[in-house]
């Protein structure tokens, strides 16, 4: 595999991003292994917790933008989409280690884990309106249920990086920690998750979340804006100025 690490601590399955010389940015080839091992998750019933982790102080820094204008999302079952909805209707508890950049896909994907863990380096952003799309992954329906309208509307609107106070402050971190104690502490919580009760894990977290069918309505609202996005001037502008290192110019767009 490539970019992706998989393996098993007790009743964890820890799933590692990794592709440090990217920023753990993540292909569509990416994508399809994570649906796929989500997937071979849920099925197994060895797994009761799943735990997401970065590398080399980076947990994602979202997609590789690159690659994914090469492979653009058409329909439901692109990679990128088919991970989204496997994260979303997960019945495993999916916990999160965060160091360093969570952006874009890696930090809407944090609004479907159940608890998130980051490091007091951690910076997150929604930095989609920057490239003239739209947010994804029911970002759009999660985060001002979390933040409230106000505090949303200035993370998704702006697209400005967030530390891990703040993440903790609006509820997408459910716990700050130094860096060097991370990972032991992910793991720790995630033997404590899998130690309990499974049936009564799965029903808790059912009963928690928000009503399924808004979060998949909103999902597929959003791909379908999203999609229409990606043939956009606006999109081209960010792009072209993403990659000549210079400030996107919208001053030309109605």
Do not use: W
């Not at 994508?31 to 019933?45: C, F, K, V, W």
């Not at 001037?233 to 072209?240: F, K, N, S």
């Amino acid at each position: 595999m490539t970019g992706i690490t998989l393996r098993h601590e007790g009743a964890t399955l820890v799933v590692g991003f990794d592709r440090p010389d990217k920023r753990n940015a993540i292909t569509v080839e990416m994508y399809g292994e994570l649906a796929a091992a989500l997937d071979r998750a849920e099925a197994d019933p060895a797994v009761r917790v799943v735990l997401f982790h970065g590398t080399d102080g980076v947990f994602t820094a979202g997609n590789d933008l690159r690659d994914f204008l090469e492979n653009p999302p058409d329909g439901p079952d692109h990679p990128a989409f088919r991970f989204i909805r496997t994260l979303a209707s997960a019945n495993k508890v999916l916990v999160a280690a965060v160091d360093g950049p969570a952006v874009g896909v890696g930090a809407t994907m944090l609004l479907h884990c159940d608890l998130v863990i980051a490091a007091r380096t951690a910076q997150f952003a929604f930095p989609f309106i920057n490239l003239g799309l739209v947010p994804e992954a029911g970002s759009s329906l999660l985060l001002p249920r979390l933040a409230g309208y106000h505090r949303a509307a200035a993370l998704l609107m702006l697209g400005d990086s967030f530390d891990a106070e703040t993440a903790r402050e609006i509820g997408l971190v459910s716990r700050v920690v130094e860096a060097d104690a991370l990972q032991t502490e992910a793991l720790a919580l995630a033997a404590r998750l899998a130690a309990k009760a499974p049936e009564a894990l799965r029903q808790v977290k059912s009963l928690i979340k928000s009503p399924r069918h808004e979060v998949d309505t909103r999902i597929v609202e959003e791909a379908e804006l999203f999609m229409h996005r990606l043939r956009s001037p606006e999109l081209r502008e960010a792009i072209d100025a993403f990659f000549a290192k210079r400030q996107p110019d919208f001053s030309r767009f109605a």
